[in-house]
T-cell receptor, first 113, second 114 residues
Framework: GENVEQHPSTLSVQEGDSAVIKCTYS??????FPWYKQELGKGPQLIIDIRSNVGEKKDQRIAVTLNKTAKHFSLHITETQPEDSAVYFCAPRIKAAGNKLTFGGGTRVLVKP | EPEVTQTPSHQVTQMGQEVILRCVPI?????FYWYRQILGQKVEFLVS????????KSEIFDDQFSVERPDGSNFTLKIRSTKLEDSAMYFCASSERAGQNEQFFGPGTRLTVL
């Protein structure tokens, strides 16, 4: 099965600084790479995703980069704000394994004002 | 904006009792999922459902679990005889299509088995 690792597990940044979270996966057949944000008491919400034919995607302060050769993808948050404080999960999907998402262990991000 | 809803938000039950967790997926979505998250751990896939049948399930989804779409709007997860280790947040999700398609998650039901 797919093995998904996220680093770091916790990340504390000063407001305005950048945050980067890395996700490594084991199955080279993975073809969809989403990042989810989970706020306290809520379900995971998709914030950005990338398909395997694209190396980078940006949406305002959030970007995702994909390195298929090395089997990792990263979430970049620039100009962090207190409302970015949450737990972030990567959840790659293996094409041949149906539609299930395999979640990483999560990264707790704390943005200090 | 359409969203996935789940009821109840918190369910407390005694070990051995049956529970039914309810979900209303987004109305035009065709694929439905249940995931669970034990406190402090990662979100784990349980089951996916399409065209009124299970399309995939994990090893967690044993004979104690079942899913049903009893009508055109609800999607339920039943645990027949709850165990202490079933205590977790249960998330329902839905997607419009299969494949590289966003799964929208509900707010979750916290199940506590005493």
């Amino acid at each position: 099965g797919e093995n998904v690792e996220q680093h770091p597990s916790t990340l504390s940044v000063q407001e305005g600084d950048s945050a980067v979270i890395k996700c490594t996966y084991s199955d080279s057949a993975s073809n969809y790479f989403p990042w989810y944000k989970q706020e306290l008491g809520k379900g995971p919400q998709l914030i950005i995703d990338i398909r395997s034919n694209v190396g980078e995607k940006k949406d305002q302060r959030i970007a995702v980069t994909l390195n298929k050769t090395a089997k990792h993808f990263s979430l970049h948050i620039t100009e962090t704000q207190p409302e970015d404080s949450a737990v972030y999960f990567c959840a790659p999907r293996i094409k041949a394994a149906g539609n299930k998402l395999t979640f990483g262990g999560g990264t707790r991000v704390l943005v200090k004002p | 904006e359409p969203e996935v809803t789940q009821t109840p938000s918190h369910q407390v039950t005694q070990m051995g009792q049956e529970v039914i967790l309810r979900c209303v997926p987004i109305s035009n979505h065709l694929y439905f999922y249940w995931y669970r998250q034990i406190l402090g751990q990662k979100v784990e896939f349980l089951v996916s459902f399409y065209n009124n049948e299970i399309s995939e399930k994990s090893e967690i989804f044993d004979d104690q679990f079942s899913v049903e779409r009893p009508d055109g709007s609800n999607f339920t997860l039943k645990i027949r005889s709850t165990k202490l280790e079933d205590s977790a947040m249960y998330f329902c999700a839905s997607s419009e299509r299969a494949g590289q398609n966003e799964q929208f998650f509900g707010p979750g039901t916290r199940l506590t088995v005493l």
